[in-house]
C-alpha cells in the first residue's frame, strides 16, 4: 500500500491544505486508486489464464475486437485510455475469450507506454498458445497529449503489433485490418 502521508506532502507541495474538508480523505482515496491503477504490475499472464486455453481443432482468425482499457502513462502519471483489438489464428489450441480481457489488463494496469504494452499484449499471447500468428491494434487518447503541453484535444494514438502470419502474410494481415476497421 503506498503511504497516504506521501500523498498529503505532495498536496502540500502543490500549495494546498491537505486539512481542508474537500481534501481530509484524498491522502487514502489516492493512495488506493493507484493501487488499483497500477494492480497489473503484481499480476502474471499464467494467474489469469489460469486453465482457460483448451485444445480445439480450430484453423480460422479469432478476433476479440474493442476490448477496453485504462492506463497510466509512465512518463507523467496521467491516464491513457482506448480500444484494443487482438486477433490470432489457431494452432490446435484456443484460449477463453475472457482471458484475452484479462491478459490486456494485466499490461495496461501497470505504469506503461503504449507501444511497449502493445507488443506485451501480442507476446502474452503467443507465448500462451503458439498460434500461427498474433495481431494486435491499440488505439487510444492520452491526456498527457490533450490537458497539457501541446493540448491536441482530439488527438489519438494508434499502435500495432503484428506475429507470425499477420506479419508474413499480407492477405492475412489485410483481413485482420480490415475487419478491425469495419466492424
Known amino acids: 500500500m503506498i503511504n497516504p502521508d506521501l500523498i498529503r506532502r505532495l498536496l502540500v507541495e502543490l500549495g494546498e491544505d491537505p486539512d481542508r474538508e ?10 488506493r486508486s493507484l493501487m488499483d491503477l497500477t494492480c497489473g504490475q503484481g499480476m502474471t ?5 489460469g ?13 476479440v475486437k ?26 490446435g489450441r484456443i484460449i477463453g475469450l475472457s482471458k484475452v480481457a484479462r491478459i490486456v ?5 501497470r505504469l506503461q507506454v503504449q507501444e511497449r504494452m502493445t507488443v506485451q499484449i501480442a507476446e502474452a499471447i503467443q ?14 487518447a492520452h491526456l498527457c497529449m490533450m490537458m497539457r503541453g501541446v493540448g491536441k ?19 492475412t494481415r489485410n483481413e485482420f485490418l480490415g475487419l478491425v476497421r469495419n466492424m
Open 51 to 63: 486453465d482457460g486455453v483448451f485444445d480445439e481443432d480450430c484453423s480460422e482468425m479469432v478476433i
Open 66 to 91: 474493442d476490448i477496453e482499457f485504462y492506463s497510466l502513462c509512465e512518463h507523467h502519471l496521467l491516464p491513457f485510455y482506448g480500444r484494443v483489438h487482438v486477433a490470432y489464428i489457431p494452432d
Open 153 to 171: 484535444q482530439n488527438s489519438s494514438t494508434m499502435t500495432s503489433c503484428l506475429l507470425g502470419s499477420f506479419r508474413a502474410n499480407a492477405s
Open 127 to 140: 507465448d500462451t498458445l503458439t498460434p500461427k500468428g498474433v495481431g494486435v491494434v491499440a488505439d487510444a
Open 45 to 49: 499472464v499464467e494467474e489469469v489464464v
Open 105 to 109: 489488463d494485466v499490461f495496461a494496469r
Open 22 to 31: 474537500g481534501l481530509i480523505r484524498t491522502p487514502e482515496r489516492v493512495a
